[in-house]
């Protein structure tokens, strides 16, 4: 058996299967709430949420062949790639739905919130674990400013369902990282007293509605 079947073979199935799962019950969700409505487009919404889940696997495939070194290494340029593309989003992106949050740079169109999360995830990820000895208050505010760059960024374009993915992934690294729990408590405690602050001056009222 050659490496690579090996490594194929070695996939965590039931990792792939729950995601599987997760994935068609979201694609039947789309289905059964716009399958009813007059609008074509809208109608149409699953088949493109399928495609997607399609692409989805195979890139989950692929980069899980994809020996870790490989990854670390490209963490930071993807990082600083994000953080570029979100700067350039801010001047030249696009509006949709009220949030100038896609580029588009000739036949490519994306949304550069998705690639910085992805890329803060693993910088973040790489540095709590580089430096394990560093003080913790230390650790926690380097670690802060890594994921609270691009989280400003995505903020001000507006794109709050972005941030609102990023802020529980930043919490679980910390928390798996090993950082005191007094530390996490005591932010956890701050967010809550600047919650009716953050929703009475900071959102729209259309986000205050949802």
């Given amino acids: 058996m050659t490496p690579f079947l090996r490594k194929l ?32 487009y809208a ?10 889940v399609a692409v989805g696997v195979f890139a989950f495939m692929v980069t899980s062949l994809v020996h870790y ?20 989003t801010k001047f ?29 995830i693993m910088v973040l990820a790489l540095f709590l674990t580089q430096f394990r000895q560093m003080h913790p208050a230390l650790r926690l505010l380097l670690s ?9 960024l995505i903020l001000m374009q507006p794109d709050l369902g972005e941030v609102i993915i990023w802020v529980p992934v930043m919490f679980a690294l910390w928390f798996v990282a090993g950082l005191p729990l007094r530390y996490l408590v005591c932010i956890i405690l ?21």
């Fill in 9 to 40: 073979l070695g996939q965590n199935w039931l990792l792939l299967l729950i995601m599987l799962a997760l994935a068609v019950f979201g694609v039947v969700a789309i289905y059964s709430a716009t399958s009813t409505r007059s609008d074509p």
């Fill in 43 to 52: 109608a149409d919404f699953w088949r493109k949420q399928a495609n997607w």
């Fill in 69 to 88: 070194r490989w990854i670390r290494w490209g963490a930071l340029p993807m990082y600083l790639a994000g953080i570029v593309f979100l700067i350039l």
């Fill in 92 to 120: 030249i992106g696009v509006k949709v739905y009220g949030a100038r949050s896609w580029l588009h740079l000739g036949p490519i169109n994306f949304q550069p919130a998705q690639l910085a999360v992805v890329a803060g």
């Fill in 144 to 152: 802060g400013a890594i994921a609270g760059a691009p989280c400003l």
């Fill in 190 to 210: 701050i967010a809550i007293a600047f919650i009716p602050i953050a929703i009475n001056f900071g959102l729209k009222p259309y986000q205050q509605q949802r």
